[in-house]
Structure formats: C-alpha cells, structure tokens
C-alpha cells in the first residue's frame, strides 16, 4: 500500500485525479483512496503532518507490512541555486531546524530524480538560516513519525520547488491553478519513483506470511502446545520453509488431531520436529 | 560493483555520506574522487545512519551505501574468545573498515550491525599512532608475550575488497615492516591476491582465506570467490614466499551426507595447494552470540537463521553431541595431510 500525506488540498487535487481517489472521509483529516493507494491532507505545519501520518499508519505496526511506504509529496521553497522553480527532488536529508534533529531515508532505487536536502520551519518568516537546500513546514515531523511505524527505506519525501527563497526579498503569494499544475507536470515521474520503491519492497518478505500463521496457530492449537512448543514450531517451520523451499504442508494431518495427554502431545511434537528439521 | 541483477536497485555506493569532520582528511578526497558519480550526503555523526535501528539490513545488502567518517572512539579492541588467539598474550583486533560487500549468511556483521552500509573510518594514522603506544606499553612488559602483538585487521570486514578505493594496505605493510613485533592478520575470502605481489613478503604480515567447501560456497557464501579462484590466490602468494593461513571457519551443518561433502573438499585443497606451505589452519564450526541470531530470524530467509541451536553462555551453536562429531571428523582427516600441531581450534 502506498500512502500519501500532502499539507494543502490544492497540493492533492491532481493526484486525487490521476490516480482515481475517492473520498472516504472529512474528519480528523479530509482522506482519499483506492484499492492501492491512501491519501490524507493534513493541513500546514508540523503538528497537522503529526497527527495526520500517525492516523494514516495507525495500522500499519499490525500484520505484515513490509510491502507498504508512504511519501510526503508537496511544495516547498529553493534556498540555494541548486534547484530551480518546477524542479522535482527526492529529499535525502530531513533537518528538523528548530530541534536541530536530521533524518535520513535508505534511497535504495535506481531512480533519475534530483536529490537534496530540506530544512523544516516553524514559522513562514525569513529569519532562519539557510543550512540546507530547500525549505518546508512539514517533512521533518512527518518523516519522525513515520519512523515511528515503518523502516526507513519505506518512508519518502518527495517536494517541487515552487519558489526561490531569499533573505532580501517578500515572499511570493503562489495561487492555487499554479500549484496545481506544478504538480500536475510531476505526476508521472513522481509515479514512476513510487513504481520502483513498489518493486524494491516486494523483493522484502518476511519467511513466515500470514497463511503460514495461521498454520502454525492451527497446529498449535490442535495439539495444545505450550507457548514454548509453538515458538520452535516456528522455528521448525521457517527452517524447513527456508532448507527446502517449500512449505511444510504435512502439518495439516496436524489439524484435527487431539492427544490424549500430554505426554502423548510431546512425543508427537518431538516426531513433528524431527519431520521439519530433516 | 553491482550486487543486484534487479534493475531497480541503485549501484553500490549511489551515496556516501560524509561526515563534516571527516572532510579534512586527505583520504576522504582520494575515496570521492573515485566514486565520482556517488551522491554526497553531509552527516555530523555516523551514527545518524550506520546506527539507526528502524532499517532493514537485508535490503540494503543489494544497494549498500558508502560512509566515511572520523573514529573518534577506541582504536584497538581485545581479541574476542569467540575467535582463534593462536596463544598469543596480547591479541588484537582493529576495524577501519566495518561490513562487507560480500553476502554470507552466516556473518555475525548481519547480526552486530543495525546496518549493511559499509563505514570507512579516514582517520587512519591515529590507529598507528595508538598501535605505536601499545606496542611501548607491551615492550616495557616483556613478561606478557615477550613484548610481541598479534593484530587482526579484517574481523569486521573483508578489507581486500576495498584496497581499490580505499589504498590502506601499503601503509600496514609498511608499517608491519617497521615494527617487527607486531604481526598482522588479514583474513579474506576474496582472490585478491595481486597486490600482494608489488612488496616483498613480510614474517609478520600473515593472510588468512577462509575456505569452505563447494556446495557451502553456492548455497551460504553469496557474491564470493569460487573456491578454484581462492585457492588459485593461494597458491600464486604460497610461491611468493607469503605466509598464509588457511580457515576452515564456520564448519556448517549442510545436512547428512557433510562428512563425503568436507572429505570431498580436503581431498580439493591437498589436491590444490602445498599444503607444506601453509603456516596454520584454524578450525571451528558455527557459533553466534545468541542476540546476533535474533536478527538473523528477524531479516534474513536462510536456513542457518533457524536451525535448533543451543545456547551456552549467550552463545548459540551445534548441540554438543553434533559439534564434536564435526569437529573430531574434520580434524582427524586433515591430520592425515597436513601437520596437526599447526591445526587450532577454536
């Protein structure tokens, strides 16, 4: 699953289109999905981006979830001449420059997108100094709180330069049609880079899935193992699965079977072993 | 290099990360001047990436990163009773190069570091400065080990396989060669063997490969040398003069027929090699610290991740009764080719 958080609803409006969302909800935060991908606007600023990432993975910390990452997408302003207005980067440095903190994501894809750093501010004002490449009012919290529930290799933050920042000059009012095609221009390559992380975490999956779970649970159940019985089966069962590459499907004459003591249970998990260890 | 044949991963080294203090060393320049297509990531600590504990090392193995950075901590660590000390008093292991390229899955780096980035610590010359004061500490104690150091230089990584960008090994022979009381051990898995050849061998400069059978090879030791290519190195530094050791390390359970499988791969290596030649050979079979094997099960897919161990002291091995068997069976058949008072076990 791929998710998405952007600050504004003009800064989701295109992607909301490309991709086909649909509302499923106003409250705490304005929410849009289909079968592959979620997206919540949070609203500017550190404490919405927060609270919206922490809603947005609440469920991620359960069941299996190697497969999924999330992207802070947006706008966000050029302190240096690096970049350009309408570039496209893929943040590799994350500096919170309030609190000083930094955050790194595992950028592990081929991919053909500029890369920089961003500095994430409290305050929409020029007093800060400019340390890093670009500037925004979200990435820092996003990426610390999505630490919080994924590795970092799943965590993005991709940003389009919508205006050059400078110490001597006001800052721009940027309407929304600009923003909008902004990143609108963007979309494909952006959706390319999510297509290669896509790829890269399906290389990723745990040895033991969900229906392998659920055959251990079952034997467990069946023969009323301990609770340290049923970690070796699990052992046993990631062993064999990993040895012969194959799944241990002779555990289901396991399924219906009840000892009569648990004497006879041990004797049986002892020949049960010996059967995944071979 | 490319580890990956996926197309969607990023070469080795895409990025370094730099340390800020680690800009002002010269070697810093020499390893980005290579790598010059690598994309450069300022850091303050290395910690910030090689530490943090929410990555996947089993992922990062296919595109590792490059960290350069300035050790600011010890130098010069004791020997571990996990690894052989050949009797000396006063072993010793350093690390200027942490993790590896190559893939075993049997590697207690997997299970020690958050992290499969590779870390160079540029700061080489404080490590000789802090070997210097060692060694007069040692030479005014004769009564420990008649002032002599036995050093290993690639416990945390396969060093050979980054002399390329990283040109450390002239500045340890070259320190060898000054400081005959030190003898330093490279271990090594690579057929790295040709650079060796531009210096005249050294009595204290010792390279150890650690050999493995065939089938171990293509099942456990992913992105190595071939056994045929490591022992071609072998023989070429042999003939040089060089003195090498051989390590039989890990022994691994591959199943019931291991015994005709490491009969089969002696039989290779008295084939092979003069084994007459050979300075020592280590032998011992796989052992972890049982913290280690906990990621290994949290991460990695392989089958040594989940065979039933026992635990003794907090490391994880054989069950007693099989590690004998392995042991005694390899030993007593390399006693038949080679001399048993240079085979140590550990």
């Known amino acids: 699953m791929l998710y998405i958080i952007s600050a504004m609803g003009i800064e989701a409006r295109a992607i909301i289109k490309y991709l086909d969302l649909k509302k499923t909800t106003d409250r705490p935060f304005e929410t849009y999905q289909n079968e592959e991908v979620h997206l919540v606007i949070s609203g500017v600023g550190k404490i919405n981006v927060a609270g919206a990432t922490s809603y947005l993975l609440k469920d991620t910390l359960r069941g299996l979830n190697h497969s999924d990452y999330v992207i802070n997408l947006g706008i966000c302003g050029s302190l240096n001449n690096k970049f350009n207005v309408g570039d496209l980067v893929l943040v590799n440095k994350v500096v919170d420059y309030e609190r000083k903190r930094k955050y790194y994501t595992d950028i592990l894809v081929k991919h053909n997108l500029k890369e920089g750093s961003i500095q994430s501010i409290d305050i929409l004002n020029r007093n800060y100094e400019f340390e890093e490449d670009l500037v925004d009012m979200e990435s820092s919290a996003f990426f610390e709180i999505a630490s919080k529930f994924l590795f970092v290799h799943q965590i993005y933050v991709v940003k389009i330069v919508s205006d050059k920042v400078s110490k001597n000059q006001p800052l721009e009012r940027l309407t929304k049609k600009y923003i909008d095609e902004l990143i609108y221009d963007k979309l494909e390559e952006i959706f390319s880079f999510a297509k290669l992380v896509s790829s890269l975490l399906k290389l990723f999956q745990p040895i033991l899935q969900q229906q392998d779970e659920e055959i251990i649970e079952k034997v467990s159940k069946s023969l009323k193992l301990t609770f340290s019985q049923t970690k070796q089966l699990e052992n046993g069962y990631a062993y064999f699965k990993s040895n012969k590459r194959i799944n241990p499907l002779f555990l289901e004459e396991y399924f219906n079977y009840i000892p009569k003591s648990k004497k006879e249970r041990d004797a049986i998990f002892e020949d049960l072993k010996s059967k995944l260890y071979q | ?346």
Request: glycine content about 2%.
């Open chain 2, 1 to 346: 290099m490319k580890i990956s044949n996926q197309n969607y991963t990023s070469e080795t080294f895409s990025h370094i990360y730099i340390e800020k203090d680690a800009l002002y060393y010269p070697l810093t320049n020499k390893i980005t001047s290579k790598l010059n297509k690598s994309k450069i990531v300022y850091i303050d600590n290395y910690n910030e990436i090689f530490s943090r504990k929410n990555q996947n090392p089993f992922l990062q193995k296919l595109s590792p990163s490059l960290i350069l950075a300035v050790n600011k901590g010890d130098f010069i660590y004791k020997g571990s009773t996990l690894c052989h000390n050949f009797e000396q008093q006063n072993f010793y292991y350093t690390n200027f190069v942490v993790n590896c390229l190559l893939d075993c899955d049997y590697c207690y780096l997997k299970g020690m570091n958050f992290s499969s980035n590779i870390l160079f610590f540029v700061n080489l010359s404080d490590y000789f400065h802090e070997l210097s004061r060692l060694l007069n500490v040692i030479k005014e104690r004769p009564e420990r080990g008649q002032g002599k150091l036995y050093l290993s230089i690639s416990y945390d990584s396969d060093i050979l396989l980054f002399e390329g960008i990283y040109p450390f090994l002239k500045e340890w022979i070259e320190f060898a060669e000054a400081n005959p009381q030190i003898t330093i051990e490279i271990r090594t898995k690579t057929s790295n063997y040709k650079k060796f050849l531009n210096y005249s061998p050294l009595e204290n400069l010792i390279i150890t490969w650690s050999i493995s059978p065939k089938e171990v090879i293509a099942k456990y030791e992913k992105n190595t040398p071939s056994l045929e290519r490591r022992l071609m190195a072998i023989s070429q530094l042999l003939e040089k003069g060089w003195k090498v050791n051989l390590a039989l390390d890990p022994i691994l359970y591959i199943g019931e027929n291991w015994r005709d499988t490491y009969k089969e791969f002696l039989n290779l290596l008295s084939v092979n090699i003069n084994l007459k030649k050979i300075n020592a050979i280590t032998l011992g079979v796989f052992r972890i610290p049982v913290e280690y094997l906990k990621r290994f099960k949290k991460f990695f897919k392989s089958p040594i991740s989940f065979f039933p161990y026992d635990t003794v002291n907090g490391v994880s091995s054989y069950p007693e009764e099989l590690k004998s068997k392995m042991i005694e069976f390899v030993s007593s058949e390399l006693e038949k080719i080679y001399d048993k008072r240079n085979i140590y076990i550990v």
